[in-house]
């Protein structure tokens, strides 16, 4: 069976959008009632396999899913109940200074890593102090060495996500050694159950937070050589996780000196903190404008891309000078791994630097090819197409200028084909027809 993140899946579905487009547009109806139903029905058939054409392609670059099963789970995934409290309301105060990260004593902190390809190890870790047991991937530098020491950056993923690829699709193995060799990369799951994930404590959910900033940083000290400097630790995330690592980094300050966020949210949009009260205590511009750690911030993404333009307009806002901010939106570019990838490299760049920066270096101008505007255009040409395709036929019938094959005289009362008006209703239609594959590839491309 075709799997929706295979290419055998991508052409299905395009080859049936395709020849569904040509019947709707192309049949020569019998009766004014086929000559409505027919083009109506094709074109819903059309557009119907042009969306899941669409959705392969962008499953082929965002690895949401790899089976049928958890494209379904996707879809049946809920947000939870609002009830919900924060754990944590008021971010930490500054005192003046900052300790080491803590090494942790016990046993239950040592991890049994096994290799996983691409440079990357993994393991199951059940975190002592949340009592999550989840799935850790951390990419290690050709050269590691027990012997010097290491940086970190923890990357939390998107939603959805197929977590275990994120170190592939980021090109980990050729990125780091090129822009950040003494940097070691930990990316945690945070699937914790059937319901949208949440990257902060909240009461009577799992305790993902704790599971992050606790867990998994302890055991990163434990079990690999790494450095005890908040300067040398940075937390980062795409999209859901472009949300997650600024707010993540803002409550926990004393671990994370820096935030790196890739096509992020300023208000959450998925899971129990879009409850009212929630959503704006976890909005990232209101945290970063109660902030009293010094920390860099570097937020990226592009002008075709609402999510991140939205996030740099309200950092415009923001006047706290204890953060340095620094903003990148590229001119065009989608809300895909394939954008992240190639961003990664300026990221890890402005990391080396110092973060360098305290403005937002860039005015967030919306580009006019943002992805709304291209799934409407795709359906409206699909409507246009509809709407021509029943007029055309209904005409045809009305003016005779077909009749059954049966008739004797079908081809005296034929009108020539390639002439008059109906070479340039002809080529109308295969204008509007390419019109519409090229909308459709736009669409997969961002």
């Not at 924060?86 to 080491?100: C, F, H, I, N, R």
């Not at 090494?103 to 096994?114: C, I, L, Q, S, Y």
């Not at 990419?139 to 170190?167: A, H, N």
């Not at 402005?350 to 006019?368: F, H, I, L």
Request: one cysteine or more; proline letters at 7%; glycine letters at 10%.
């Amino acid at each position: 069976m075709l799997q929706p993140n295979t290419h055998g899946a991508l052409l299905a579905a395009g080859l049936c959008s395709l020849a569904f487009l040509a019947l709707g547009v192309r049949t020569i109806p019998r009766t004014r009632r086929l000559a409505t139903a027919i083009p109506v029905l094709a074109m819903v058939i059309s557009a119907v396999c042009g969306v899941v054409a669409i959705g392969v392609g962008m499953n082929l670059n965002l690895q949401y899913a790899s089976t049928w099963s958890d494209v379904k789970t996707i879809f049946t995934k809920s947000g939870g109940k609002a009830s919900v409290t924060a754990v944590t309301s008021e971010l930490p105060k500054y005192a003046g200074q900052s300790g080491e990260i803590p090494m942790p004593e016990g046993k239950e902190w040592k991890a049994d890593f096994t290799p996983a390809g691409g440079g990357v190890v993994s393991t199951v870790f059940r975190g002592p102090e949340s009592g999550l047991e989840l799935p850790v991937w951390v990419y290690l530098p050709p050269d590691y060495s027990p012997e010097r020491t290491y940086r970190v950056i923890v990357m939390i993923q998107g939603f959805p996500s197929q977590t275990e690829k994120i170190p592939g699709v980021l090109d980990l193995e050729h990125t780091m050694p090129a822009s950040a060799p003494d940097t070691i990369v930990v990316v945690p799951s945070l699937n914790v159950d059937s319901q949208q994930p949440d990257c902060v404590d909240l009461s009577g959910r799992p305790a993902v937070g704790t599971w992050v900033n606790r867990d998994v940083v302890q055991m990163v000290r434990k079990n690999f050589s790494v450095s005890a400097d908040r300067r040398d630790w940075a937390i980062a995330g795409a999209s859901y996780g472009g949300w997650c690592a600024p707010v993540l980094g803002l409550y926990n300050p004393q671990t994370f000196a820096s935030v790196i966020s890739f096509s992020g949210y300023n208000v959450p949009v998925i899971g129990l903190t879009q409850a009212p009260g929630l959503r704006e205590q976890f909005t990232v511009t209101n945290l970063m404008k109660k902030a009293s750690w010094p920390q860099s911030m570097y937020f990226t993404g592009t002008r075709t891309d609402n999510d991140p333009v939205e996030l740099a307009r309200g950092l415009e806002e923001v006047d706290n000078p204890r953060l340095k901010t620094t903003v990148h939106l590229d001119p065009n570019g989608g809300h895909s791994w394939d954008t992240w990838k190639k961003q990664l490299p300026g990221a890890l760049d402005w990391w080396n630097g110092g973060q360098a920066g305290g403005t937002k270096s860039v005015v967030a101008t919306r580009g006019w090819m943002t992805q709304k505007t291209t799934v409407a255009g795709a359906y409206v040409i699909f409507a246009l197409l509809a709407a021509g395709s029943v007029v055309r036929g209904r005409s045809l019938v009305r003016r005779r200028l077909y009749v059954p094959r049966h008739a004797a005289q079908t081809r005296r009362h034929a009108r020539p084909r390639g002439k008059g008006r109906y070479r340039i209703r002809r080529w109308t239609w295969v204008s509007l027809t390419v019109a519409w594959g090229i909308v459709a590839l736009l669409l997969t491309a961002v």
